[in-house]
């Protein structure tokens, strides 16, 4: 249906708190790279503390407006879909369940931001322990929080928190932490759920997306199909990025295929 273009399924416009990019002009640059298919994916992050800087609370309504807006102004151009970031605790079920029974997305990525109530992003999560043991609350916080909510359709950038590590990934093996990445991509693929490969990790100076080549071959060997490709993009340059990359390392894996969703249906694409 959409031939060898390409489809990016993680992005964010000004309706998310740490983005100030207008969504017409996240567009205009899917256009110019010749993207078929984008799906927004605002951030929701629901009780992220008030010391940080952003404020997460999405606006659902003016966001989906907006976007049914642009998607029916840029429907010449461009197949724009409605999706959301949600960022999961153990406490915020319900409260979660209430959003994505209550609005007609295409595609919701379930996000682990905090980790007992840190953000790796910022210096404190890294501060008086090691870094092996800091990565390993982040993948135990991570299947928690899979196994407390998992009304999603794919897990975001699963070693997210290797992005921000100090030493980003230097040393980083999945070996290392086999068991319990192992035990959360086995459950991801018994609930039917995917993972992505985000190439924000390229962006933030690593040496593989996230999350990182071993875990995307493992996860193909557990029997794992979904796999979504997205940016992470929070700025217009930053669309599609490194997705030369990351189709090429997908194919030296033994993948064929990639994934886009639309009313939360996943539809099967071609590697370019």
């Known amino acids: 249906m959409y031939g060898t273009k390409l489809c990016d399924f993680h992005l964010h416009s000004n309706f998310s708190g740490d983005c100030d990019s207008p969504m017409e002009e996240m567009i205009a640059a899917g256009i110019h790279k010749d993207l078929s298919v984008m799906c927004f994916t605002e951030h929701l992050d629901m009780d992220f503390p008030e010391e940080y800087p952003f404020d997460f609370n999405l606006d659902i309504p003016a966001y989906q407006k907006a976007l049914f807006q642009c998607r029916e102004k840029f429907s010449n151009h461009i197949d724009v879909r409605f999706g959301v970031e949600l960022g999961i605790q153990e406490h915020l079920g ?18 682990s931001h905090l980790i007992g109530g840190l953000d790796p992003y910022y210096s404190p999560y890294w501060e008086g322990r090691t870094r092996k043991d800091a990565l390993l609350e982040a993948f135990e916080t991570t299947l928690r929080y899979l196994r407390a909510f998992s009304d999603i359709d ?9 992005r921000y590590a100090p030493d980003k990934n230097e040393g980083y093996r999945y070996q290392d932490f086999q068991e319990i990445l192992d035990a959360l991509l086995q459950t991801l693929v018994e609930k039917g759920i995917g993972i992505e490969l985000n190439t924000g990790g390229y962006k933030y100076g690593l040496t593989s997306p996230n999350p990182c080549a071993a875990v995307l071959a493992r996860y193909r060997e557990l029997g794992g199909e979904i796999l979504t490709l997205g940016s992470d993009a929070h700025t217009p340059e930053a669309v599609g990025y490194g ?18 969703f639309k009313d939360r249906k996943p539809q099967f694409l071609p590697l370019p």
């Open 94 to 111: 319900k409260r979660l369940t209430k959003v994505t029974s209550g609005y007609p997305f295409d595609f919701v990525i379930g996000s």
């Open 154 to 162: 794919v897990y975001g950038h699963i070693d997210y928190v290797i």
């Open 243 to 260: 997705f030369s990359r990351a189709f090429a390392l997908l194919t030296s894996l033994g993948y064929t295929h990639y994934t886009i």
